[in-house]
């Protein structure tokens, strides 16, 4: 650099950092309400976490010094045990958040384009901006995955496609045909991460884990977490199951101690524990499907889920905004889905039956108000 040039007076990030938009999340307190707060904005699991699991994380106390394996073999061989998966071809990662992040790094280089569609988690063009690459998003079809205006996307620079499958906020999924039909569309050198976070949850006879997909192709990854059915949210756990070749470029560049032994030891028990997912399981698709009743009852639109929480519209966004205030007022807390593309909905979670039972009210009550507003 001459002498002419003016340098910067401090260090500079580059320009795609600075279009990241900070990730916030749901809400969790109630301005002036006394009581028991109801937080429904997180998609938490109402059951909690195993006790299996509660506690082999106590257990982990005694050793709170001494570094966790840096390969996670035990967590990877017990997942390995319940999916039918080669522990070989697992990554474990601090939350699935830290495994699509690393993907984009790995496989996007600056100018490099990455997919998502337009109602998809806000964290995939976070990772994509970060890596320097091109934020691409695609139309969805009636809140769902829309595979032939994903491929009409697809240009040389795509380097990564990322789907959320069921899909965060909307609770819509993809069949298993038209994920496949989207993987083979793709370019053999375009990665397909194909997010399952809320995967232990579908019912529906068309859905399947995606991971015959992966063990059958070169660019295919499913990412599943921890925090949403097993209830480990605070410990930040998750894994994918990739081609081998993508696992040692996760491996090379993950932090080498990146999963904690606490979170790892309450993994295990967790996934272990089939009794308590499938409680889980059963309270939600009782919920989902006697909530979403209620709501449409009283004139409101619900976009059907498969998920555990459900995505519910209104009138606008004032109408919207005024029913996320009259909710948090009675201790019931939605998300606000705005920084979505969706600024008249509010995101639902599935909660207890105390909660649940106290929403249905709510909306009762909020349907009222909209009667009497209309005249």
């Not at 499907?289 to 004032?318: C, E, K, Q, W, Y």
Request: charged content about 15%; proline content about 6%.
């Amino acid at each position: 650099m001459s002498s002419s040039e003016t340098r910067p007076s401090r260090p500079q990030p580059h320009a795609s950092v600075l279009a990241i938009d900070t990730y916030v999340p749901g809400k969790s307190k109630a301005q002036g309400f006394v009581g028991t707060i109801h937080k429904l904005s997180s998609n938490e699991t109402p059951l909690g976490a195993s006790p299996l699991a509660k506690a082999a994380f106590q257990a982990a106390v005694d050793k709170l010094e001494v570094y966790p394996d840096g390969t996670a073999r035990a967590l990877r061989e017990a997942i390995g045990s319940v999916h039918g998966l080669d522990p070989a071809c697992i990554v474990c990662g601090a939350g699935s958040d830290e495994l699509l992040a690393l993907l984009a790094s790995i496989y996007c280089e600056p100018g490099d384009e990455g997919i998502f569609t337009e109602h998809g988690f806000l964290v995939y063009r976070i990772a994509i901006l970060a890596a320097g690459g091109v934020p691409v998003v695609v139309p969805e079809t009636n809140f769902t995955l829309d595979v032939d205006a994903v491929l009409a996307a697809v240009t040389p620079r795509t380097k990564i496609v990322y789907i959320a499958n069921p899909n965060n906020p909307t609770g819509t999924y993809a069949s298993s045909g038209e994920i496949a039909r989207l993987a083979d569309g793709l370019p053999p050198y375009t990665l397909l991460v194909i997010d399952g976070a809320y995967a232990e949850y579908v019912t529906a006879s068309d859905f399947d884990s995606s991971f015959a997909l992966v063990a059958a192709r070169h660019n295919v990854v499913v990412t599943r977490t921890f925090s949403k059915i097993y209830g480990l949210a605070s410990l930040r756990l998750g894994w994918c199951f990739a081609p081998a070749a993508i696992c040692d470029m996760l491996n090379r560049v993950r932090g080498p101690f990146n999963t904690n032994d606490p979170a790892m030891r309450a993994g295990i028990a967790a996934i272990g524990d089939r009794e308590h997912t499938r409680l889980s399981v059963a309270h939600n698709e009782k919920w989902l499907g006697r909530l979403g009743a209620a709501i449409r009852a009283h004139g409101f639109v619900v976009t059907p889920s498969v998920a555990n929480f459900m995505l519910v519209h209104f009138a606008d966004p004032t109408e919207a905004q005024a029913a996320d205030a009259f909710f948090t007022a009675r201790g019931l807390i939605l998300r606000a889905v705005g920084a979505y593309g969706l600024p008249q909905c509010l995101r639902l979670s599935v909660g207890t039956a105390i909660a649940n039972e106290l929403v249905i009210t709510a909306f009762a009550a909020f349907a009222e108000t909209r009667t009497a507003a209309r005249g």
